[in-house]
């Protein structure tokens, strides 16, 4: 990682040096490239603690610095900037160690003391997962991914609301589909059921099942039973779903059974103890503008029955109790006033509310041929994850639906995924995989491709183009850290287009296969093969596939 490999030799300087350096500095890339690859504020940062000029302890890390044979050239500009021009040499040394790492290449241990929990799509169980759902899980599962990579241990979960009045609706809805079944007739399906063609076909599988039967059932054993049914049915349609979309969760908690367990009795208790409710119009109330909600919040109503907010808390409890230190949910745009509530309990219960993060996903509108699709689930217009993939490669959805940054709402015109050219993205990125596979076949049917790669190879690529593309590739680890600091997968899908990008018009310009200049063309298959394989690796991370023809 370059921008490592700079600090710790600025590091390594100062320390020689007798120089402290307890003020943060950094390394970045200049806006002007005319001012090099990297800068450091290090000199202007730590001139007051040394009790010496920014220009004073630039010269002295210069003077070291200039010894050092991965720097080109290092200078000063400004009040004390050190700018750095890499040499070919670190570029190509660099080459050899991404060909050795292989697979393993941005692999690193960044993340070790976190224990990480991610929490995303938890669709309600009451229906066909649909492309907001999919938006979630193709975020959800890279950040994933990415978060592994880097050294978190981080754990994908699904919680199941599967207990509450939509579920009694669900139930309600299936017996009235079921009824029609049966040859009763209804003026009108009620307008608060669910309208989809999924009820419809529940209600006949269920029929082909049980038919008469299940209305001799007494009333409240047959809605149970009809819940249960239900629930099941459409939990294994929602797996069958996210398996074809390539998500596969570690675990999932039902929100019912955490009821049954007596969890939700234990917070009510938590926070009563710690003296954080009161009564008040028969209801019980968590007095959360202590810790900074805009108003409190009822805990039980005066029914007797519990607010959503209790069995939701509950379930934040037991990720705590079961040891993870950062807990990340991934909800959609409208859960916002959910989280102040949230974080309140969490300091009333005296945990860190640092440790919850929400990353809030803007709404999906799709499109076909200019116009918006219009979609409503209490109607049944609905276009679910299986309606998508049935029009779209998985490779094309997850792409799309991780290309927009996470705040960002996400406009999927359904025309360019289908395109197969250059104007589609996926086919750009995964078109310079394939044709790179294509080169290196070709090389080997012309016996230019080496049995082994040796490295005096890397010497041979002194041209702009060729260190400019090693440079992007040695941006791929920090990359990666970044990507699972800031919660941000769309740069992952930045980097492939970029690096895509750059092959595609240095192979236009350069001949890679030669039997007139042997080595330098196994050079450029050396340089060739790294690019294809970090473009797979950036593919394994998006959760799509690396195609060796197209």
């Known amino acids: 990682m370059i921008k490592q490999y700079i600090y710790d030799q600025v590091v390594a300087i100062l320390d020689a040096a007798g120089l402290k350096h307890e003020g943060e500095f950094y390394i970045e890339v200049p806006n ?16 007051k603690e040394n009790k010496k000029s920014p220009k004073a302890i630039a010269e002295i890390l210069i003077k070291e610095l200039k010894k050092h044979k991965g720097f080109k050239k290092v200078d000063i500009a400004g009040p004390g900037f050190i700018n750095f021009v890499l040499s070919p040499q670190y570029y190509q ?5 991404i060909q050795e790492a292989g ?17 995303f799509v938890s669709a309600n169980p009451t229906g066909p997962l649909n492309i907001v759902s999919a938006r979630a899980a193709a975020f959800g599962d890279t950040l994933y991914r990415v978060m592994k990579k880097v050294g978190f241990d981080a754990t994908r979960e699904f919680y199941i609301n599967d ?49 008469v039967r299940f209305f001799m059932m007494p009333e409240k054993e047959r809605m149970e039973h009809l819940k249960e049914f239900a629930l099941n049915e459409i939990h294994q349609m929602q797996q069958n779903s996210l398996e074809k979309f390539g998500v596969v969760f570690d675990s999932w908690v039902s929100e019912k059974t955490l009821r049954m367990e007596g969890v939700v009795e234990e917070v009510l208790s938590y926070l009563a103890e710690a003296d954080c409710t009161y009564e008040k119009e028969d209801a019980i109330w968590f007095c959360s503008t202590k810790f900074g909600d805009d108003k409190d919040r009822v805990l039980m109503k005066s029914d007797g029955s519990i607010t959503y907010f209790v069995p939701d808390l509950a379930y934040h409890l037991t990720k705590l109790q079961r040891g993870f230190t950062k807990l990340i949910d991934v909800f959609g745009p409208d859960h916002h006033g959910y989280v102040p509530r949230l974080k309140a309990a969490f300091q009333a219960l005296n945990y860190d509310d640092e440790m919850l993060e929400v990353i809030f996903l803007q709404q999906v509108n ?10 409503s689930k209490r109607a049944g217009k609905i276009v679910t994850m299986d ?28 025309d360019l995924a289908l395109k197969k050219n250059n104007e589609n993205p996926v086919y750009y990125c995964q078109y310079a995989h394939a044709r790179i596979c294509s080169i290196l076949k070709k090389a080997k049917k012309d016996k230019v491709l080496p049995k082994t790669w040796k490295k005096e190879l890397v010497t041979k690529l002194v041209k702009p183009e060729e260190l400019a593309l090693i440079k992007k590739l040695t941006e791929f680890p920090e990359l990666l850290i970044s990507i ?18 750059m ?14 200049h042997k080595e330098l063309s196994q050079a450029r298959l050396l340089l060739m093969d790294n690019i294809r394989a970090v473009l797979a690796l950036c593919f394994e991370l998006m959760g799509i596939s690396a195609p060796e023809k197209m």
């Open 32 to 47: 002007n490239p005319e001012f090099g690859d990297f800068s450091t504020n290090a000199a202007m940062i730590l001139a």
């Open 93 to 97: 040394d660099s080459l050899w160690e």
């Open 103 to 119: 697979e393993s290449y941005g692999d690193s241990d960044f993340g070790q003391e976190e224990k990480v929990l991610l929490e």
């Open 163 to 211: 207990a509450g009045n939509q579920v009694d609706i669900l139930a309600e809805s299936v017996e009235l589909r079921l009824r029609e079944i049966q040859g009763e007739k209804m003026e009108e399906f009620p307008y608060e059921a669910y309208h989809g063609e999924y009820v419809k076909h529940l209600a006949q599988r269920l029929n082909s099942q049980e038919g």
């Open 366 to 375: 799709l499109f076909e041929s200019g116009e918006r699709i219009k979609m």
């Open 387 to 414: 309606d998508l993939l049935s029009v779209v490669s998985k490779d094309a959805a997850r792409y799309f639906f991780i290309a927009r940054k996470a705040n960002a709402h996400l406009n999927f015109d359904l």
């Open 484 to 501: 699972a600091q800031q919660r941000e997968p769309y740069r992952l899908t930045m980097f492939a287009e970029e690096l895509a990008g």
């Open 503 to 516: 092959f595609h018009r240095f192979y236009a310009k350069f001949q890679v296969v030669s039997d007139k």
